[in-house]
Each structure stands twice: as structure tokens, then as C-alpha cells.
């Protein structure tokens, strides 16, 4: 589809099956909709309407303004996508960056919203110790950064890092690194991200991978709302490292929210009450 936004001319590519109240995908940095895309084979997923998409500056899309691609344009297009594809009310699945979105378009009409998983969105200033790399890190080269931030990448020690490391080179336009990675380090720091998702009205989840149990939490006394999934053998990217129990816990947390009730935190398609769940200072976002 073609779009304007701002000043920028886009051309977005996605996938899409029509129905009512579909499930919304929005990808992490270096991701692409095609992470996705089992949802439509699925038992219990397959026949939902759905829709996953690819940001500008990642995968397919073409943009006039790379510089212009922060958190808070991808919000705008995801808004602009919505109303060009007449979908009202939806369910919102983010991962890392499209996490931090996927809050901020809750944020905005979170009467159209029906309910939002978040895969390690980021939610604290813990969340962009890679993101944190366009300073620590500097490079006025676009290539050269991107190039040398897969390379520190590869070396994570993190399931799936490898994969990812192979993959962001190909699926990132180096010109929007930079603009997105500053706005996730200013909202990750400035913008009260912990609060605005705990004061959501929707059904909400926060998926992790297990390895990732050690840094971030949230506090005991505001998860009585919030469904907490740790998704086993998992690092930052369940979809790579274990999509068969990322799956299941998204299709449980769909068929729940059709009944809002209180949130129970889960582990592995089991529930666990635990005190605090994080993620390694080394997630890229």
C-alpha cells in the first residue's frame, strides 16, 4: 500500500487475512513480518483475522524520509495503516521495538485496542544497552555502525543471537538506524514507559525469554493486571529460539482476553508466581 505520512512518501508491504478484530503484528528492529506468518497455519490461530507489516527502513518497504523512521513515526503509520485498511478494533503483538510501538498505539486509542502482547518491549532504560550503542559506539558512517553492530551482535551470548546477526544486515536500511535507536534510547529513558504500559485498560501479557530472568522486572504489587510468560530455551527472540511455546501462550492469552479478568503470571504454558523477570543488559534494542 501507498502512503503519506508526514513528509515522507511510503510504500509498505504486508500480509494480511481479513477478518473481525484482527491480531496486529509489529515487528523489532532488524525483524520483518515474515516472523509472523505461521500464525495463519496454526491450530487455534489459523482463520483469525491478521495483519503483519513491515516498518519502513525494514524488509520491503521504501521511504522518502528514512531519517524521519523514530518510535514515534512508527506509531503515526501504524495509525495511518489502520485506517487505510478499515480495521477498528484489533489485538496488538509487539516484539522489542515494535513493543515500545505497540505501548505507545495503545496509548493513543486504547479503545480500538482489545488486547497487547509484548515480547520484551522496552519498558526501563535497562532495555536499549545496544540501542545505547549509537553513543557508546559512534560512527558516522550508517554502513559502518550497522556493520559493526552485527558483529557484536553475533557475539551475544544469547540463543538465537547468531541468527539474528545473519539476518539484520539484509533486513535494515543503515539510514534509519540511527533515528530509530536515538528515539528508543530517549523514550526508554524519558518516557515513563513502565508506568504507561501498567496503566493500560486492556488485557495485557509480557512474554521473555527465559534467559533473560535476571535484570527487569515489574513490581510484584502491579502485575495483579498483567499476564508475565517466560517462554523456555529462549533468549530475546522466541519466534527463533522456541516459536512452538510462543505460540501457545499467544493463542491462551487471545482466547482469555475475550473474558478480561485478573492477569496470571505463566511460565512456560505454567502458572508461577514469581517476584521480578528481566532481561540481560545485552538485548539489542
Given at each position: ?248 501462550a499467544l493463542r491462551k492469552f487471545l482466547d482469555e482476553s475475550q473474558a478480561p479478568g485478573e492477569g496470571v503470571p505463566m511460565v512456560g504454558g505454567r502458572a508461577e508466581h514469581r517476584t521480578e523477570h528481566s532481561r540481560p543488559a545485552a538485548s539489542p534494542r
Open positions: 500500500m501507498s502512503l503519506r505520512e508526514g513528509d515522507a512518501d511510503l510504500r509498505i508491504a504486508a500480509q494480511m487475512v481479513p477478518g473481525p478484530e484482527p491480531v496486529v503484528f509489529l515487528h523489532g528492529f532488524g525483524s520483518t513480518k515474515e516472523e509472523y506468518a505461521d500464525f495463519t497455519r496454526l491450530p487455534g490461530l489459523a482463520g483469525r483475522g491478521f495483519l503483519a507489516r513491515d516498518a519502513p527502513g525494514f524488509g520491503a518497504p521504501t521511504s522518502s524520509r528514512l531519517d524521519l523512521v523514530s518510535v514515534p513515526f512508527l506509531v503515526d503509520v501504524a495509525v495511518a495503516v489502520l485506517e487505510q485498511l478499515a480495521i477498528d478494533r484489533f489485538h496488538v503483538v509487539g516484539h522489542s521495538m515494535g513493543g515500545l510501538t505497540a505501548l505507545l498505539l495503545s496509548g493513543r486509542i486504547p479503545d480500538r485496542v482489545l488486547s497487547f502482547n509484548d515480547i520484551e518491549g522496552n519498558l526501563t532504560a535497562e532495555d536499549c544497552f545496544l540501542s545505547r550503542e549509537i553513543v557508546t559506539h559512534h560512527s558516522d558512517d550508517p554502513v559502518t555502525f550497522l556493520t559493526d553492530f552485527a558483529a557484536r551482535t553475533l557475539a551475544a551470548d544469547e540463543f538465537s543471537s547468531a541468527l539474528y546477526s545473519s539476518r539484520v544486515l539484509t533486513t535494515v536500511d543503515p539510514h534509519a538506524v540511527r533515528p530509530v535507536f536515538e528515539s528508543l534510547v530517549d523514550l526508554s529513558d524519558n518516557g515513563c514507559l513502565l508506568h504507561r504500559f501498567v496503566g493500560l485498560p486492556m488485557p495485557r501479557i509480557f512474554m521473555y525469554g527465559e534467559q533473560n530472568a535476571h535484570v527487569y522486572y515489574l513490581p510484584e504489587r502491579r502485575r495483579r493486571s498483567v499476564t508475565v510468560v517466560e517462554v523456555e530455551h529462549s533468549g530475546h527472540w522466541p519466534m527463533y529460539s522456541n516459536p512452538p511455546a510462543m505460540w501457545t
